[in-house]
């Protein structure tokens, strides 16, 4: 009777083991983007669509479980989340924060075997943090004259990036300009060509102002 349960187990045992799926995994065949590529974000944000992609085998079925590495290969931006193994239909980056500095972005998608896929986006200027003075000398002048010199100053974001088209209202305090509000240019610079002095000696004051940066130049 032993011998015969023991009999009954080893069929078993190669019953089990004949019915066991010896396929081999699915081998990655292409890697394509399926969403995201080419955003533009304010420098320093996150973009506002995680890129997406998928790994397809030799059949073109998506694959789920694929090694992936993802890293920021271009632009100092930031990567958090990002996957180790492809989920499917679509394997999302993370969140792709892109650098502090205005331009060009790039992620880089591996997969052992393959060539690696390239995301790119473009970071641009955020919103006026600073208003930056380029005319530094001290400003003077007679009373109901206009000062001698222009002035300049530079409107960026948070990170020094210059801001183009952005409005700047100009206004002066015991004086008068014939420049009431300026737009700057494609670096985010602006200039005051003409600042007439007031009626009473002492200080005059030209203040700049962009979003909610502001910065005042004095004249005595």
């Known amino acids: 009777m032993q011998s015969c349960r023991a009999l009954f187990a080893i069929l078993v045992l ?7 799926d010896t396929t081999a995994p699915p081998k990655p ?3 394509k983007l399926v969403a995201g590529d080419g955003q533009t974000a304010a420098a320093g944000k996150a973009l506002p669509t995680p890129p997406t992609f998928v790994v397809y085998d030799d059949r073109g079925q998506a694959i789920t479980g694929a090694a992936v590495t993802v890293s ?5 931006g930031i990567l958090s989340g990002a996957p180790n193994k492809t989920n ?3 394997t999302s980056v993370g969140t792709w924060s892109l650098g502090p500095r205005a331009g060009p972005n790039q ?3 591996s997969v052992p075997g393959l060539p690696s896929l390239l995301v790119t986006a473009t970071a641009i200027a955020g919103a006026a943090a600073k208003i930056i003075p380029s005319t530094t000398t001290p400003v003077s002048g007679r009373v109901t004259e206009p000062i001698a010199a222009s002035l300049s100053a530079q409107v960026t974001d948070a990170f020094g990036n210059g801001i183009a088209s952005t409005p700047v209202t100009v206004t002066v305090t015991g004086g008068t300009t014939e420049q009431p509000t300026l737009t700057t240019d ?10 007439i002095l007031g009626t009473v000696a002492g200080q005059s004051v030209l203040t700049l102002t962009a979003g909610g940066a502001t910065v005042s130049f004095i004249a005595n």
């Open 29 to 31: 065949a292409s890697i």
């Open 88 to 90: 499917g239909a679509a």
């Open 107 to 109: 992620l880089t998608i």
């Open 186 to 195: 494609a670096d985010g610079n602006v200039t005051i060509e003409r600042w």
């Open 14 to 20: 190669a019953l089990v083991a004949a019915c066991r």
């Open 72 to 76: 920021v290969t271009g632009g100092n």
